[in-house]
């Protein structure tokens, strides 16, 4: 291939990019967007996603623009921060341009200028009175989620969006549960689009993602920074986000006892309720660490049961702890037909979930329980879950199955056969 052809090809990076950088067709309600609410994880690729956004709106290059905006709005958390970050930084404005066409810098003037007379100037977050009077094309707003006068900003960007047909704004972000935020995602004008830090792998060094996946992953901090999730605590649940990072560890010593609890779904189908599988050990002392979550969707009773014996082997634990409110002789037809030297212990809830819960979250509250790794799914239901159920109506059974491990290891006495016990 020839230089001018390489050369050629660096430039159109509608040929290079991830789908999470490019811009949407529409908006949540099917029509042409406002607001592009790009969010990603640390390294994912917004602000090369944002520099290249402005150069095609500052160039009007097909397929991102349809004509050239002449005014643009830059708009950073410090005016700091878009220099180092927004233009001058390896993936910012300057770096993305090829050398005829890239933009004067006037860093004392805080503005580019681009020779077809496009212009974009620098805005702190700061400041948001710094906004009030100029009019804008579009604009390209960098981690609002941080911002500390978001609400302000933004609110004054909006009156400066008013030049051309249709003013654009795109916000690239990493996930915080600030209230501008999940208004901009609850607005029908915005297009979302979402990208882990893995999806622009490629770029990273494998060292670095290693390491961090190695250590934050499943934590509330990895998927915030790096699977760009919106984390957010529930203020009437009974567990907190902080609390569970609290009860993090690495391993579990040695265990004197262990089990695998299951809460069975009522029925069978695919739009059954989960079937909650949860394993927890007891340690000298009276800790307790859970282990394990195997919890599935959609399955079948012998699914789900061949599922918790696997566990129950995998572990070597002494009981496979299971409720029997909903069908008690099917479960344990179902678990013996499959391996009948299972040593089952059966319990019944007497007691609302709320109320069974109570005690085991207040072992956590004590440093009682901890949890060896991250259970994303299973830590959601507990953060969510409060008197009136979980957020969404659903049944928690992760939960469910939570609590009677804990429960039948440092609540209740040893269920050494196929007993019934209640909670």
């Known amino acids: 291939m020839l230089p001018e052809e390489i050369e ?10 991830h789908p999470h950088q490019v811009p949407p067709r529409c908006a949540q309600s099917g029509e042409p967007w406002l607001t592009w609410l790009l969010i990603g994880g640390r390294g994912a690729g917004k602000t090369r996603a944002g520099a290249e956004w402005v150069r095609a709106q500052a160039l009007g290059r097909a397929p991102f623009a349809d004509s050239v905006a002449g005014r643009i709005a830059l708009v950073g958390e410090t005016e700091h921060d878009v220099r180092e970050v927004m233009i001058e930084g390896v993936s910012g404005i300057l770096g993305v341009h090829a050398r005829h066409e890239r933009p004067l810098w006037s860093p004392s003037r805080r503005r580019l200028e681009w020779a077809n007379g496009a212009i974009a100037e620098v805005f ?6 710094s906004l009030r009077g100029p009019q804008f094309h579009c604009a390209w707003s960098d981690e609002m989620a941080k911002w500390r006068q978001a609400e302000a900003a933004f609110d004054m960007l909006q009156f400066g969006l008013r030049l051309g047909d249709g003013p654009r704004q795109l916000i690239t972000t990493t996930a915080r549960p600030s209230k501008l935020l999940k208004r901009l995602l609850a607005d029908p004008s915005t297009a979302v689009t979402r990208a882990a830090t893995a999806a622009n792998a490629f770029h990273l060094a494998p060292t670095f993602l290693r390491h961090v996946m190695a250590r934050y992953a499943g934590t509330r901090l990895g998927r915030q920074e790096l699977d760009g999730e919106i984390i957010e605590d529930r203020p009437d649940a009974l567990w907190s986000r902080a609390l569970l990072e609290q009860c993090r ?3 579990a010593p040695g265990l004197q006892r262990i089990v695998v609890a299951v809460d069975p779904p009522a029925t069978s189908s695919k739009r059954a309720d989960a079937c909650g599988i949860v394993a927890a050990g007891l340690a000298e002392g009276g800790m307790v660490f859970v282990l394990a ?4 969707s959609g399955a079948t009773p012998t699914m789900w049961a061949s599922k ?3 566990l129950w082997h995998r572990l070597e634990a002494d009981a496979l702890v299971v409720e ?13 037909e499959i391996d009948a030297s299972v040593n089952v212990t059966q319990v019944r809830a007497s007691r609302g979930k709320w109320m069974r819960a109570e005690p085991v979250a207040a072992l956590y509250e004590q440093g009682r329980v901890k949890h060896v790794g991250a259970f994303p799914e299973l830590e959601d239901e507990l953060c969510d879950f409060a008197s009136s159920g979980l957020s969404n109506g659903k049944s928690p059974d992760r939960l469910d199955a939570l609590i009677w491990a804990v429960a039948s290891l440092a609540l209740g006495r040893r269920g050494d056969g196929p007993r019934i016990r209640t909670l």
């Open 8 to 17: 050629f090809l660096s430039e159109c990076w509608e040929v290079f990019a």
């Open 124 to 129: 702190s977050a700061e400041d948001p009175e």
């Open 249 to 251: 560890v690495a391993a």
């Open 293 to 296: 979550d195997d919890s599935v």
């Open 308 to 310: 918790a014996i696997a």
């Open 324 to 336: 029997v409110n909903q069908g008690g002789d099917m479960v344990r037809t179902v678990i013996n």
